[in-house]
């Protein structure tokens, strides 16, 4: 697996080769230092199964530098690593198509499997950008029964049709405990299935865009 990491802090690079070896039994680890870099090697570069990317970079900034490199690399998967974990730049990195959004504050566990997710086919988002709202129950049914913010945050991987072994890699909880949280959210919005949960909850306006 080639992996291309833009990145401009040594030993944060450093760690996270050690954790990327997990991913993959001999991984093809490049680091460069800035966007500028990148777009300047591109020609050269061997095929990238996979491309990380932080967002405070001397120079291009993560975003700017993500959509040239996008156009120069469209079958290239982007990741974006970053210390911040604003929703609205996760959001928005969502938006310009990055395909995942790992806080470098996250475990080696959490950063492998947003990873495993990312690579077969899905998109990673951290519960800032999944939460509606932080610390406040959202009305949702004419019983006015309520969902709570991690139960929003399932209702809207479920609604974009993830698996409920997918919804505990993305927000780190055990299968067991999702299969709780859907049983819970089917009887607030008095529905029967998945199908008729993701009708009812943008029905309702509680879901994010679809492309998220």
Do not use: W
Request: aromatic share 2%; glycine share 6%.
């Amino acid at each position: 697996m080639n992996i291309l990491l833009i990145d401009d802090h040594p030993l944060f690079c450093d760690g996270l080769k050690g954790i990327l070896v997990e991913l993959d039994r001999s991984p093809v680890i490049r680091v460069v230092g800035s966007c500028e870099e990148v777009l300047e090697l591109v020609q050269s570069l061997d095929e990238i199964d996979l491309l990380l990317l932080d967002l405070n970079l001397p120079g291009m900034n993560g975003l700017e530098g993500m959509q040239q490199i996008r156009h120069q690399m469209p079958a290239t998967p982007i990741v974006i690593l970053s210390a911040s974990e604003d929703r609205d730049k996760v959001l928005r990195a969502i938006e310009l198509g990055a395909k995942g959004y790992i806080p470098k504050s996250s475990s080696s566990e959490i950063i492998l499997n947003a990873l495993r997710l990312v690579l077969s086919g899905g998109v990673y988002l951290p519960m800032a950008a999944l939460d509606t709202v932080n610390t406040h129950h959202v009305t949702v049914s004419k019983d006015e029964q309520t969902l709570t913010p991690r139960q929003l945050a399932v209702l809207k991987l479920l609604a974009n049709g993830h698996t409920n072994k997918a919804i505990g890699k993305i927000l780190d909880m055990a299968e067991n405990t999702v299969r709780v949280h859907v049983s819970a959210i089917l009887h607030v919005l008095d529905v029967t299935n998945r199908t008729e949960a993701s009708v009812a909850a943008r029905r309702l306006g509680v879901l994010i865009d679809d492309s998220i």
